[in-house]
């Protein structure tokens, strides 16, 4: 009879341990599910050129392919006026690493409730120069507020002078952005090489020679060392080898897969995530994207603790 009541008992108190185990699991998944529900979402942008429409000799319009990669003129005013008077904080890549990857430095006080977004430029358009620029002193003189883009470069496809027939920029179009304060310069390879389809020999000579361009060609304007600390992978193309090496001398490596960037979920440093834009994509509805990343943020945080608690 005794043995019967301790089987019993032994057979309750598995039984709760069972359940308590089941508890203490389903509140942590309800943790995890409710941190990246809410997790802040920052989306960082990813254009190539400036098109202006009123110009239909430009060069870019005989090829269909390259004209949607570029976004209007008109259209690019209308999303930076509307999301400077929304008070966003158009982020660079140093301060999205410093304040928000590796949390090394305290956000300034300046910045401190505002909505982020990175507006990031690949392949060193000279539209970015002539069209973009002028946009981004057009806001300054408006608002008196300096917005900074970002610029992922190949300088071994920058123009070595002016000329009509080049469709990139100058290392002097690259400075004169750099002095000015609206150009934030980084890496995106040195000749826009599939880094995972070359060789070992060749991902060096891409990432390294990039790197060191860049900064000889910006030279006595980059005091705190931020141009090229930072990589955008040409076509979105790496795997582990590429993050390995590209370790070896940038801080960060971009993404371009159409995906919101979620702080504290970030699989690795050199996996950061960007949303790839083109002419299909209005202002408006970049607008509303923008928006609807910090609404997500809040209204599910709401459902979820109204449904758990």
Avoid at 99 to 110: A, D, G, H, L, Q
Avoid at 231 to 254: C, D, H, I, M, R
Wanted: positive net charge.
């Amino acid at each position: 009879m005794r043995l019967y009541n301790f089987k019993i008992k032994k057979f309750k108190y598995a039984k709760l341990l069972i359940f308590l185990w089941i508890t203490v699991i389903a509140v942590l998944c309800g943790h995890l599910l409710i941190s990246n529900l809410t997790a802040p979402r920052l989306p960082l942008l990813g254009f190539h050129g400036v098109i202006d429409l009123q110009h239909r000799e430009d060069k870019v319009f005989r090829n269909q392919s390259v004209q949607v990669m570029n976004y209007p003129k008109a259209e690019m005013f209308e999303l930076i006026d509307y999301l400077v008077r929304e008070d966003f904080w158009f982020i660079t890549t140093q301060e999205l690493y410093d304040y928000f990857i590796t949390k090394s430095k305290e956000i300034p006080n300046v910045h401190l409730g505002q909505k982020i977004i990175m507006f990031s430029f690949d392949d060193g358009y000279k539209t970015i120069h002539t069209n973009l620029l002028p946009i981004l002193e057009q806001i300054e003189a408006k608002y008196g507020r300096q917005v900074k883009v970002v610029l992922f470069v190949n300088p071994g496809t920058l123009a070595n002078y002016e000329s009509d027939r080049s469709i990139h920029m100058t290392c002097n179009d690259l400075r004169e952005g750099l002095s000015k304060g609206y150009y934030d310069i980084q890496s995106h390879g040195l000749t826009h090489k599939n880094l995972t389809k070359i060789s070992t020999e060749e991902l060096i000579k891409e990432l390294a020679d990039a790197q060191s361009k860049l900064r000889e060609c910006t030279t006595g304007l980059d005091k705190n060392n931020q141009v090229a600390a930072h990589l955008a992978y040409p076509y979105g193309a790496t795997n582990g080898k590429v993050e390995e090496y590209a370790s070896k001398y940038y801080s960060s490596g971009y993404l371009y897969n159409s995906k919101v960037m979620k702080i504290g979920w970030l699989k690795s440093n050199y996996q950061i995530p960007r949303l790839t834009i083109n002419a299909k994509q209005s202002a408006k509805y970049l607008d509303k994207i923008a928006d609807k990343a910090y609404k997500l943020t809040k209204n599910y945080g709401n459902w979820m603790l109204s449904y758990l608690f």
